[in-house]
């Protein structure tokens, strides 16, 4: 089978050509080729594939094998794969991914796709729909209790759920230590990526992440996302914030009179192979 390892802002993925190569059994080949070191490494597997609906599909899985509805890093480097290596030529595309079309503008350099700009659409907020276990419509600032302390969490869906935890020194926490309290806590019953966030500025803002499934990653799209939207419900920021994540930065815009999240980063290949 051939791969391609690309990665954006260091949230890396093993990238297949699901409509040449024919894989069974995906969720135990995704766990071996995710394993850093026994198979390719990354933190999952996305296979393109055909689209009825798109220009092309993101089926998307993590590195536990799990699948994922959306991720905002690995849909910038599937706009890279199809335009780098022939599948399109066009710099406006639709790739879809669990159901849901994402539009996606295509930004070269030297005939390579160097970063690339995703209408993620509305944020999701209504508690039953992110999902999060929390009696009122909304949770957005809202108490709950993990591993006996008592954090403040905004909860809210790009595609997947997120919940968005302000903390005073994002550097200084024990990701490795609470994350999995965190993913497992029983407000989310799908699970859930959590983002911890330190405030520099109303246009800037520190974050990392625990993602389901994976870990702690360099980078979360979809999490970049939902950290500026509670960036802005509570006040912390405007609606154009620049997410410095440990992988890199990543761009959003939370155009509210349109209610639609604009995402904006690098999309970078690291190597090309056979497995």
């Given amino acids: 089978m051939k791969f ?30 995710s394993d850093r070191h026994f198979g390719i490494g990354g933190d999952g597997v996305i296979f393109i594939n055909a689209s009825e609906n798109a220009d092309f599909e993101m089926e998307m ?49 030297d005939g390579k796709v160097e970063k690339v700009r995703v209408d993620m659409g509305a944020p999701e907020l209504t508690s039953k729909n992110v999902p999060v276990a929390f009696p009122g419509e ?10 006996g302390v008592v954090y403040r969490g905004t909860a809210v869906s790009m595609g997947n759920p997120h919940v968005v935890v302000f903390v005073d020194d994002v550097d200084s926490l024990d990701l490795e230590k609470i994350g999995p309290s965190f ?12 983002e911890f966030v330190t405030v520099e500025d109303d246009k800037n803002v520190r974050m990392r992440v ?3 499934g994976t870990g702690e990653t360099l980078a979360c799209g979809t999490g970049c996302c939902a950290t500026a939207v509670a960036c802005v419900l509570n ?8 997410v410095k994540v440990l992988g890199g930065e990543i761009q959003i815009h939370w155009d509210r009179e ?9 999309a970078t290949t690291v190597f090309q192979g056979e497995v």
């Fill in 61 to 109: 899985y993590n590195a536990d094998g799990s699948r994922s509805e959306m991720c905002g890093n690995g849909i910038r480097c599937v706009g890279k794969f199809v335009y780098d290596f022939g599948l399109t030529n066009k710099t406006e595309i639709t790739v879809e991914s669990a159901g849901k079309i994402k539009y996606l503008t295509l930004y070269t350099k």
């Fill in 138 to 147: 909304q949770m957005i600032d809202e108490e709950f209790t993990v591993d």
């Fill in 183 to 194: 993913e497992h806590h029983e407000l989310f019953p799908n699970r859930v990526n959590t």
């Fill in 4 to 33: 391609v390892k690309m990665e954006g802002c260091g949230n890396d993925y093993v990238y297949v050509n699901g409509i040449k190569e024919n894989v069974e059994n995906k969720p135990d080949t995704v766990r071996r080729l």
């Fill in 258 to 266: 349109k209610n639609t999240v604009f995402m904006t980063g690098p």
């Fill in 210 to 212: 625990w993602e389901r």
């Fill in 235 to 242: 006040g912390k920021t405007g609606e154009e914030v620049t």
